[in-house]
């Protein structure tokens, strides 16, 4: 499930999940993020922005409260992205209209601002991580 301003909304993956286990009577309540590289990692966020023709950015601030297994970027159908006015990538150069890549640590430090701004099109920023315990 995922939350959209307050409100819980379910994914396409959990709705799927719910028909298939429900046709062999086996009840089913919620999925998980599970990702084989990162056993560890606990948590997965997505932010995003979307635009037309027009700078679009918002910023973010990495709690030191969580280890991060990863920290990656993605746009699609325009670009470039940039982090803190460094360009990450663009898909001008991509036949699928899309790339992405991987944010070193030292690029995104936890307990900064960050601002991560989309040129064109969509575009963002996927975190995995764990809190420290």
Do not use: C
């Not at 409100?7 to 799927?16: G, M, V």
């Amino acid at each position: 499930m995922a939350k959209v301003l307050g409100t819980t909304i379910t994914t396409k993956l959990e709705n799927t999940i719910a028909v298939i286990l429900g046709t062999v009577g086996i009840p089913f309540t919620i999925a998980t993020y599970y990702d084989f590289r990162y056993p560890t990692a606990t948590h997965m966020t997505i932010i995003a922005e979307n635009n037309d023709n027009r700078d679009e950015s918002f910023t973010v601030n990495l709690p030191g409260t969580f280890i991060y297994s990863e920290r990656s970027w993605f746009i699609a159908e325009g670009g470039p992205i940039y982090l803190n006015g460094t360009e990450l990538g663009s898909d001008y150069y991509d036949n699928n209209n899309n790339a992405q890549g991987t944010i070193l640590q030292t690029q995104m430090p936890s307990n900064a601002p960050h601002t991560i701004r989309v040129n064109n099109g969509y575009g963002g920023l996927i975190l995995i991580y764990r809190n420290q315990q």
